[in-house]
């Protein structure tokens, strides 16, 4: 039995909210610019803060996932990168929301590289190419769905 039809929905889909986060933030700066009266250069870090935690994270959590077991670290990435993006929602100032994106990161950086291992044990040989194909193709529409979506919500 494939079992990717229960999965790969799920992993599908915190990838394209985790690469999209990035690039629906530098659309709606502006709006935030206003609502915290903050420079732009200020502001910015919302962006690096992000970017920085990831980058920092993203290899030392595949190696702690495969200690602690990838779908316990996947689904805590989850409901870490989800209290990131309420605790984001619920910003009223800059440094609450670097916090909070710092803490969405963390998310991320759980999710990301552990999703694709998932994917690879979870598929059939027969299926690994399509299961890479998806994942890292829904990381690149991520990317580019971010600054439409970002149009949209601001």
């Known amino acids: 039995m494939n079992k990717t039809r229960y999965f790969l929905p799920v992993l599908l889909l915190a990838n394209l909210l985790c690469m999209m986060d990035v690039s629906i933030m530098t659309i709606i700066l502006p709006e935030i610019q206003t609502a915290f009266n903050e420079s732009l250069t200020n502001l910015s870090w919302t962006l690096n803060v992000y970017t920085i935690v990831f980058a920092t994270l993203i290899i030392p959590f595949g190696r702690l996932a495969e200690r602690l077991g990838r779908n316990k670290f996947v689904f805590s990435g989850l ?30 950086a759980s999710i990301v590289p552990t999703s694709m291992v998932i994917g690879l044990e979870k598929s059939d040989q027969s299926t690994h190419n399509k299961v890479v194909a998806a994942l890292a193709g829904v990381q690149g529409l991520a990317v580019a769905l971010g600054p439409t979506i970002g149009g949209i919500v601001s």
Do not use: D, E, K, W
Request: proline share 3%.
């Open 79 to 108: 409901l870490v990168f989800g209290l990131g993006s309420l605790l984001s929602g619920l910003a009223t100032n800059l440094p609450f929301m670097l916090v909070a994106r710092a803490v969405q990161s963390i998310g991320a």
